[in-house]
Nanobody, 124 residues
Framework: QVQLVESGGGLVQAGGSLRLSCAAS????????MGWFRQTPGKEREFVAA????????GYADSVKGRFVISRDNARSTVYLQMNGLKPDDTAVYYC?????????????????WGQGTQVTVSS
């Protein structure tokens, strides 16, 4: 089993920044990709960003390209999501996801473990 703990969420004004962190623990041996997804009430969970095991490849949803940056520190088993230029539409619960293997995917169903989520609220 793998445990994921997100942190860094909160309330921020539009145009502001937040950095989310996700620390993995447990059976984190071997290679694994990490991703961030978000969900608002009444909507399906949507892909935000993901990163390969090496950190050399990353993907982003069109809605966050140019504003969000995903990174990872394998020595700390931690993935980060730097969110800049936040908009009210970015308000959601953000979830960290873990997938064994080297490559990332944008489909949530392909991830093996999930965190509990952290709330991000952007006021206008």
């Amino acid at each position: 089993q793998v445990q994921l703990v997100e942190s860094g969420g909160g309330l921020v004004q539009a145009g502001g920044s937040l950095r989310l962190s996700c620390a993995a623990s447990g059976r984190t041996f071997g290679s694994y990709a990490m991703g961030w997804f978000r969900q608002t009430p009444g909507k399906e969970r949507e892909f935000v960003a993901a990163i390969s095991w090496s950190g050399g490849r990353a993907g982003y949803a069109d809605s966050v390209k140019g504003r969000f940056v995903i990174s990872r520190d394998n020595a700390r088993s931690t993935v980060y999501l730097q969110m800049n230029g936040l908009k009210p539409d970015d308000t959601a619960v953000y979830y960290c996801a873990f997938r064994r293997g080297t490559d990332y995917y944008t489909k949530g169903t392909l991830y093996d473990f999930w965190g509990q989520g952290t709330q991000v609220t952007v006021s206008s």
